[in-house]
Nanobody, 131 residues
C-alpha cells in the first residue's frame, strides 16, 4: 500500500461544490477528514467508523458527506454549499490511536486534533472558497 493521498481540492465560489478523495486509504479503524487554516489548529470535520457510522462537526452538518469505498480503499468527502469559512487545507487520516471505539471516533469532530491522534495522514489538499 502506498501513502494516503488527497485530491479534488480547488477554488470555488460560495455555494459551490467539491468532492475530495483520499486514495490508498489505510486502517478502517476510524477514518476522517480534517482541515487546518495557517496559524490555527487542525479541526475535525467528519469521521466514519468501520460500521459506516458517520460524525460531523456542527459547522458542516447538512452540507458535507463522508463515505468510504471499501472496494477501492478510497475515502471521500462530498462538500456542498461551500462557504468562505470552509477555506483550509484538508487532510484525510485513518487509524485512531490509543482508543479504538465508536465514541473515540466521534469525539474528534468539531475540535482540534493532534497528528498523533491518528496513525496515517495524507499530505493535504487546498480548498479555497471565495465570496
Amino acid at each position: 500500500q502506498g501513502q494516503m493521498m488527497e485530491s479534488g481540492g480547488g477554488s470555488v465560489q460560495a455555494g459551490g461544490s467539491l468532492r475530495l478523495s483520499c486514495r490508498n486509504r489505510r486502517d478502517r479503524n476510524c477514518m476522517g477528514w480534517f482541515r487546518q487554516v495557517p496559524g490555527q489548529g487542525r479541526e475535525g470535520v467528519a469521521t466514519i467508523d468501520p460500521d459506516g457510522r458517520s460524525n460531523y462537526a456542527d459547522s458542516v452538518k447538512g452540507r458535507f458527506t463522508i463515505s468510504d469505498d471499501t472496494a477501492d480503499n478510497i475515502l471521500y468527502l462530498q462538500m456542498y454549499d461551500l462557504k468562505p469559512e470552509d477555506t483550509a487545507i484538508y487532510y484525510c487520516a485513518s487509524g485512531r490511536v490509543h482508543e479504538q471505539t465508536r465514541a473515540a471516533c466521534a469525539a474528534v469532530v468539531g475540535g482540534d486534533v493532534s497528528v498523533t491522534d491518528f496513525t496515517f495522514w495524507g499530505q493535504g489538499t487546498q480548498v479555497t472558497v471565495s465570496a
